[in-house]
T-cell receptor, first 116, second 113 residues
Framework: AQTVTQSQPEMSVQEAETVTLSCTYDTSENNYYLFWYKQPPSRQMILVIRQEAYKQQNATENRFSVNFQKAAKSFSLKISDSQLGDTAMYFCAFMNGTGTASKLTFGTGTRLQVTL | DTGVSQNPRHKITKRGQNVTFRCDPISEHNRLYWYRQTLGQGPEFLTYFQNEAQLEKSRLLSDRFSAERPKGSFSTLEIQRTEQGDSAMYLC???????????FGDGTRLSIL
């Protein structure tokens, strides 16, 4: 079974600064996907960024980028030029890429607070 | 694209009662997922459908839980004889294919008195 670990329950960053959220995972699979989801307070979960394990190049989406280290099973999220609207819970998630199963396995989340 | 819709948003019920939640996925998404999220935790997988077929169920889904997707469109999740431990946010998500990202609804928050 796959597991996802987020070791930072809470993080704080000042507006316009850069912050990195950590995520490690454990799997014996070789084909899989990794995701970062954002859940603002009392709002729905939305996809931030996605990484295919077979791609060596790190995914980027505007101010969001990942550092994917497959051998180390590490998948950190970097948020550049932080904005107040980035305040949310951030969940790292794993999805097996083989077979028909495509359920997400989530970590326990990191609560990010962006301050003035 | 109107997004994934879940109803009701909140449900308060007494222990022992039955409750039913509804999820309307994004149209043309043939995959539909149910997750449960308790306070301070990440969502946990419950079950998923491809069209009307329920392809996988988690061990978290006890005999008191049943999910259906009769016409491959909307889905319902029923909990019978609710218990205190059922209090949680129930999230629904849909996707176009296994490789595509899952889009989540706002969830149904269940509170058991």
């Amino acid at each position: 079974a796959q597991t996802v670990t987020q070791s930072q329950p809470e993080m704080s960053v000042q507006e316009a600064e850069t912050v990195t959220l950590s995520c490690t995972y454990d799997t014996s699979e070789n084909n899989y996907y990794l995701f970062w989801y954002k859940q603002p307070p009392s709002r729905q979960m939305i996809l931030v960024i996605r990484q295919e394990a077979y791609k060596q190049q790190n995914a980027t989406e505007n101010r969001f980028s990942v550092n994917f280290q497959k051998a180390a099973k590490s998948f950190s999220l970097k948020i550049s030029d932080s904005q107040l609207g980035d305040t949310a819970m951030y969940f790292c998630a794993f999805m097996n890429g083989t077979g028909t199963a495509s359920k997400l396995t989530f970590g326990t989340g990191t609560r990010l607070q962006v301050t003035l | 694209d109107t997004g994934v819709s879940q109803n009701p948003r909140h449900k308060i019920t007494k222990r022992g009662q039955n409750v039913t939640f509804r999820c309307d996925p994004i149209s043309e998404h043939n995959r539909l997922y149910w997750y449960r999220q308790t306070l301070g935790q990440g969502p946990e997988f419950l079950t998923y459908f491809q069209n009307e077929a329920q392809l996988e169920k988690s061990r978290l889904l006890s005999d008191r839980f049943s999910a259906e997707r009769p016409k491959g469109s909307f889905s319902t999740l029923e909990i019978q004889r609710t218990e205190q431990g059922d209090s949680a946010m129930y999230l629904c998500a849909s996707s176009l294919s296994p490789e595509q990202p899952q889009h989540f609804g706002d969830g149904t928050r269940l509170s058991i008195l």
